[in-house]
């Protein structure tokens, strides 16, 4: 564990996270959930190149790298995610996995990281040594098989990371998702770390970066704005206060980002949210400060 942000400052820094969210271009004035689900992760582009998010993102890299020693040629940032989980909200409990690199080089080490912004621990289950394990050929969000779980159970540990602490985990070692519901409103930025030897950076985000789209993350997924089951059975059917997933859409966004879908049950067209958001230049949106060269280098292998 390692500590980033002093426990005064965290208040501060939640405050002008808040204010940023408020601002960001995709929402209508009054939204209240940036993104459907309970791991609430946001996926909108604003969430990933607000220069705040980018100045936390970086203070998390830098502090991480300076924390242990650089075992390979390079070092590479990688885009993650901001968690912004409310009160009561809880995420669907995901069995044990690794996420994994596509594609990465086997010398490759990369981290998982995450910037604790609460004023209470925040937790991670996971099973220590199991990032030895020889991890096969599988990518991506890798399961693992169920008939391992009571094992894994058995050995796993519920590891608390302080307020204010970046936790830092091989993403060979596996973990799970908890499904406690959020005592209060948890704040987590995330961030990849990888060290490599090649200078191949695996994501080419040169264009993400210039028209500030959403990137990858670092298991290669994309970040979506609502499941699949939204679009389907919840087109149309009432969650929380909303009367739908197009419902949800109009209260929400901007009404010149959401598209025509046309759903394939009733050959209706409804009007959201594209699932997977695009840049904001795409959807005519005003840009945030230029990615000066120093700070575009940093996703690259350096
Ligand atoms: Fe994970």
Redesign the pocket.
Known sequence: MIPCIVPEKINEVRYKLMEVFKDFPEYLPNASEYVLGGFAALGNPASFHHPYIRELRNLGFQTAINSIPQTHKYKQMLFDRVLYRKKGQKAQP?SW???ITPNRDPEDIIY?CWINLDQENQYLSAVPGSHNAETGSQTG?AKIEKKDHEILKASSKKIAIPPGHIIMFNQNLI?E?LATPAKKDMLRIYFGLRYTNTENPLFDNKEIIAKQGVPALP?GQMPPMYSINHLTIFMKKQFGKYEGLEDYCSQTFKAGILIEFLSKKNKTIHKICPRIMPSLQEMGLPLYQEYAPEEIAQYYPH
């Open positions: 995901e996995h690794r996420d998982q969000f973990h998702i298991s």
